[in-house]
């Protein structure tokens, strides 16, 4: 298995854009997670998902943010309209369903808003 | 104060000394006990997995939990360079619980 796929990997905008992060997670994986990781907060997590369900988006700093997750194969974190706090390394990761089963991160993508 | 406490570093040693982490967290209701290493640009990967108190042994890897002081550690034995990395430290409430408190991080060079 290839892992857990994001897409792109770098994204520099402008503020005021609007950005589409994007993420496939490991197949037969029901849980999907989306974190934010900046050098003064540490790893956060922004919102998760349940066989494609939002379960708990406690976590979404915004309504700038919003999450979706269309299929069990693909999921977007999208923010609308991007400012520069929002620079940060965007991770997703996934989680086979169980007790003792731990998620897997993706590589991130890194996010510059200027 | 941040629910899980972790010295960022950096923690410089030389290779083949023992590389000693810790974390403090301040919700004795955390359960499970995870360490995740972090390279450079990279995804932060599981290392270790503990619950309870007690010693867990991966090779040359060593967790420890010690509930009663709400402490936890991890020892990396005969470090090499390869093991600069971030060390993350991260626990969760139950063991089908989802939501993950990490803390920030320490930054760890093992010098050749």
């Known amino acids: 298995d290839a892992g857990v796929i994001q897409s792109p990997r770098h994204e520099v905008t402008e503020m005021g854009q609007e950005v589409t992060l994007r993420c496939k997670p490991i197949?037969?994986?029901?849980?999907l997670f989306w974190y934010r990781q900046t050098m003064m907060r540490g790893l956060e997590l922004l919102i998760y998902f349940n066989n494609n369900v939002p379960i708990d988006d406690s976590g979404m700093p915004e309504d700038r943010f919003s999450a979706k997750m269309p299929n069990a194969s693909f999921s977007t974190l999208k923010i609308q309209p991007s400012e520069p706090r929002d620079s940060a390394v965007y991770f997703c990761?996934?989680?086979?369903?169980?007790?003792?089963?731990?998620?897997?991160f993706g590589q991130g993508t890194r996010l510059t808003v200027v | 104060q941040k629910e899980v406490e972790q010295d960022p570093g950096p923690l410089s040693v030389p290779e083949g000394a023992i590389v000693s982490l810790n974390c403090t967290y301040s919700n004795s209701a955390f359960q499970y006990f995870m360490w995740y290493r972090q390279y450079s640009r990279k995804g932060p990967e599981l290392l270790m997995y503990t619950y309870s108190s007690g010693n867990k042994e991966d090779g040359r890897f060593t967790a420890q939990v010690d509930k009663s002081s709400k402490y936890i550690s991890l020892f990396i034995r005969d470090s090499q360079p390869s093991d600069s990395a971030t060390y993350l430290c991260?626990?969760?409430?139950?063991?089908?619980?989802?939501?993950?408190?990490f803390g920030g991080g320490t930054r760890v060079l093992v010098k050749p």
């Open positions: 990761a996934s989680r086979y369903p169980g007790r003792n089963t731990e998620a897997f």
């Open positions: 197949s037969g994986h029901d849980y």
């Open positions: 991260a626990m969760r409430l139950r063991a089908a619980g989802n939501k993950l408190t």
